[in-house]
């Protein structure tokens, strides 16, 4: 995507490199342009090493770019360091595996802990932290509760409502159902999309789980070798999915299915990537074949 009004982050020409000038240099993102639309999800996917954690803490300005430029509603990011500062609080970056920055005495005050540091009232602390918890399915009584006696699913939920708490207009999120069984990944993740539509926020989703990227994101940008490898939405992601595969870059399970399906010449198309697209393109092939 180009840059524009509907933008809301935009990259111009982004590099990081680890350790610059030695023996051991190693560049992480090259040369990447970017621009995120607004009041989206967009999923980004690609290999170990591919540059998507860098990418993650580039965006709330944690780690400054070698060289380039990062937007954020068309204002450099790095411009000073007070408005970096601010930034943090408009980019929330809920990292891997959050659950182990916990550290407060409850819940409540883990994560009010964004908001107090935003120098809010105590009565608007209160009412980000009980509006947080609702989107992610946490209770008066939980709250109340030590971060070393609830379950890891809850840990999680209160790791992200933290970063919810601050309200942040773009939300970055790392593997946040990483680990989790299916009805807590369903919480959570739905939780989340519930936050952006009323809210109107945008939603950055990385993860290696294309079922989740498939099911949940409005764009998809692939990252391969530091570079941007693919950017579309996802129907048009998954419509090259063959490029995807050829590149040892996973699709949803049910796209592979018909990648195999058109090798062995039973169906035509593999720009499938849900179920129920799936099934709906199964039943129009028999019904071109009369049966």
Do not use: W
Not at 30 to 41: A, R
Not at 79 to 94: A, P, S, Y
Not at 157 to 173: C, F, K, N, Y
Not at 228 to 253: C, R, T, Y
Request: hydrophobic share 40%; proline share 3%; net charge negative.
């Amino acid at each position: 995507m180009t840059k524009s009004q509907n933008s809301v982050i935009t990259l111009e020409n982004v590099t990081v490199k680890y350790g610059a000038g030695t023996p051991f240099e190693r560049v992480a993102l090259d040369g990447v342009n970017i621009s995120f639309p607004k009041n989206k999800i967009t999923g980004i996917i690609g290999h170990t090493g591919s540059g998507k954690s860098t990418l993650a803490t580039l965006l709330n300005g944690l780690l400054k770019p070698t060289a380039g430029v990062i937007r954020l509603e068309g204002e450099d990011i790095h411009r000073d360091k007070e408005f970096t500062n601010k930034i943090r609080f408009q980019v929330g970056l809920v990292f891997q595996y959050p659950e182990y920055q916990l550290f407060e005495e409850t819940l409540e005050r883990d994560i009010g802990f964004g908001p107090r540091n935003m120098g809010l009232s105590d009565d608007e602390i209160a009412r980000r932290v009980e509006k947080a918890a609702e989107f992610t399915g946490l209770d008066a009584y939980t709250l109340k509760s030590s971060p070393f006696e609830i379950s890891g699913g809850q840990k999680r939920r209160a790791a992200i409502a933290g970063v919810i708490a601050m309200e942040p207009s773009v939300l970055v999120l790392d593997e946040p159902a990483a680990g989790l069984d299916p009805m807590g990944k369903e919480e959570i993740l739905g939780g989340l999309c519930d936050y952006k539509k009323k809210t109107l926020s945008t939603l950055l989703l990385i993860s290696h789980n294309m079922e989740d990227i498939a099911k949940y994101a409005d764009y998809i940008l692939v990252l391969k070798e530091g570079k941007v490898f693919k950017f579309g939405s996802v129907a048009e992601i998954f419509s090259e999915a063959d490029d995807l595969f050829n590149s040892s870059l996973d699709v949803p399970q049910i796209t592979k299915l018909f990648i195999e399906l058109k090798k062995r010449n039973v169906i035509d198309r593999t720009d499938i990537y849900t179920v129920g697209y799936g099934a709906r393109a199964i039943l129009a092939k028999l019904g071109e074949s009369g049966l």
